[in-house]
């Protein structure tokens, strides 16, 4: 699924993406900061009396998307290279804060505030692990196919003949996945309306404010639409399904 898209990626161009702080800043605050505490208040707020859905909530919040999100930048003609970028600039935090976060946000915060206190068991490593096969893999597939078809062929060739026979795989790996998720959570949602619906409506808040407040962001300080755009969607996608399955609560 990610493989297509990371091929696409002119790899030349990071250094002009790393040198962009009005991206790569507003990129780490929304991500590590404001994206953790907004979750955090809506899921106290709208499921108080549900500490399991609040909890998977929570770390909803910490988790940044670092698959699905490259193929929904592209499908909205997002950056590809910043998109690229700030997946692994968010990969390399979720390995190094994650673990703080979810405890800082699930343990000592809500004692604090005098709300209920839960905890979370899951290493550095298991999230690592995740990162490197679900990221690492696609990344250099599609940077040594980049390399190597523009070396044996010419830019020209790759981006005309090769990208569009390629290309077209993300979309069906994507809608792959969606199907496969909602069929193994499938009796879930179908046995327990209610509860999905609850589950909604802060979710649906959530990504409604972080797709919108960035967009609005990218705007005043200067980023053009496919920038803004690749800005709001790390924040404003949903977890990756590995990264999911590697968290215990």
Do not use: H
């Not at 976060?101 to 290493?123: I, K, N, R």
């Not at 972080?210 to 609005?216: C, E, F, L, Q, V």
């Amino acid at each position: 699924m990610m493989y297509p898209v990371l091929a696409k990626v002119r790899y030349d161009r990071l250094d002009t993406v790393t040198r962009d702080r009005r991206l790569l800043v507003p990129s780490l605050v929304l991500n590590w900061v404001l994206g953790p505490a907004i979750m955090f208040a809506l899921a106290w707020l709208l499921l108080p009396d549900l500490p399991e859905y609040r909890t998977g909530l929570i770390i909803v919040g910490l988790a940044r998307c670092i698959a699905m999100v490259i193929i929904w930048d592209d499908l909205a003609c997002g950056d590809r290279e910043a998109a690229a970028v700030l997946v692994a600039l968010n990969s390399v935090f979720q390995v190094i804060a994650f673990s703080a976060l979810g405890w800082f946000y699930l343990d000592p915060l809500p004692g604090w505030l005098g709300l209920e206190q839960t905890g979370l068991d899951v290493s550095v490593w298991e999230i690592a692990r995740s990162v490197l096969i679900f990221l690492g893999i696609p990344l250099v597939a599609g940077f040594l196919t980049r390399r190597l078809g523009e070396n044996a062929k010419g830019r020209a060739w790759y981006e005309t003949k090769l990208i569009p026979r390629v290309g077209p795989f993300a979309l069906y790996g994507l809608l792959f996945t969606i199907v496969v998720l909602f069929a193994l959570q499938g009796e879930a949602i179908t046995s327990q309306p209610m509860d999905v619906a609850r589950i909604a409506v802060p979710l649906l808040v959530y990504f409604a404010v972080m797709r919108a407040g960035p967009m609005a962001l990218g705007k005043a300080v200067g980023l053009d639409y496919p920038r803004s755009t690749t800005l709001a969607f790390p924040v404003a996608a949903e977890p990756a399904p590995a990264q999911e399955g590697s968290t215990r609560v």
